[in-house]
Structures are given as C-alpha cells and as structure tokens.
C-alpha cells in the first residue's frame, strides 16, 4: 500500500487561496488513482475531486468546480489540491486518498489509502 502525508492547510479569510499538497511513499504512485475528500465539522467525509492514474482527467464534486484544481506529478510522488475563492462552507479536514481501479469513482470505498488529513478553516 501507498502511504499519504497531506500538508498546506491553513486558517485564510472568504475569497483566498490555498494549496493542499499529498505526498506518496515509493515507486508505484503513477499506478493509482488519487483524490480528495473533506470532511466538514460534524459531517461526514464527502468526495472533492479525483485524477487519473494519468493526470489526464479530472473530476469534480459540483460544489467545488471551477474553484478548486487537483493535479498530480508523478515523478515527484505528489498530487495538489489548488483551492481558490475559498468560502467558509469549505472549512473542512481534507484527506488525499489512493486507489485501483479501472473507472473513475467518486466513492469512499473505492479507495483503499489514506492519509491523516488536514485542516482548512475558512474565515468570514
């Protein structure tokens, strides 16, 4: 199994921007798909977004589309979560997640990698 470590959360104000970095562990990350998740105080976790093993599609929960970016770079074991025109209803601990599979999936049981998350507070 791959392992995750997220960093760049943060406190920032209405209307800033953030980026959340995954860090993954040896030589297998271009074989998973990866994605973000949040999960807002008391709430459960819900889907962000999603790339290809590729980095060639993306996927977005509506709630975040046109705002946030994910990207990968596989040959630094990495993936982003570019997060602009942050809104207080974003505050959420984020998680990267890992999986293998052949179709694109927005489902937390589709993922089998996570790491520990991070905390994004978005401030009114």
């Known amino acids: 199994q791959v392992q995750l470590v997220e960093s760049g959360g943060g406190l920032v104000q209405a209307g800033g921007s953030l980026r959340l970095s995954c860090a993954a562990s040896g030589r297998t990350f271009s074989t998973y798909a990866m994605a973000w998740f949040r999960q807002p105080p008391g709430e459960e976790r819900e889907f962000a977004a999603a790339i290809t093993r590729s980095g060639l599609s993306t996927y977005y929960a509506d709630s975040v589309k046109g705002r946030f970016t994910i990207s990968r770079d596989n040959a630094k074991n990495t993936v982003y979560l570019q997060m602009n025109s942050l809104k207080p209803e974003d505050t959420a601990a984020y998680y990267c997640?890992?999986?293998?599979?052949?179709?694109?999936?927005?489902?937390?049981?589709?993922?089998?990698?996570w790491g520990q998350g991070t905390q994004v507070t978005v401030s009114s």
């Open positions: 997640a890992a999986g293998i599979f052949l179709h694109t999936c927005s489902a937390i049981g589709c993922y089998d990698n």
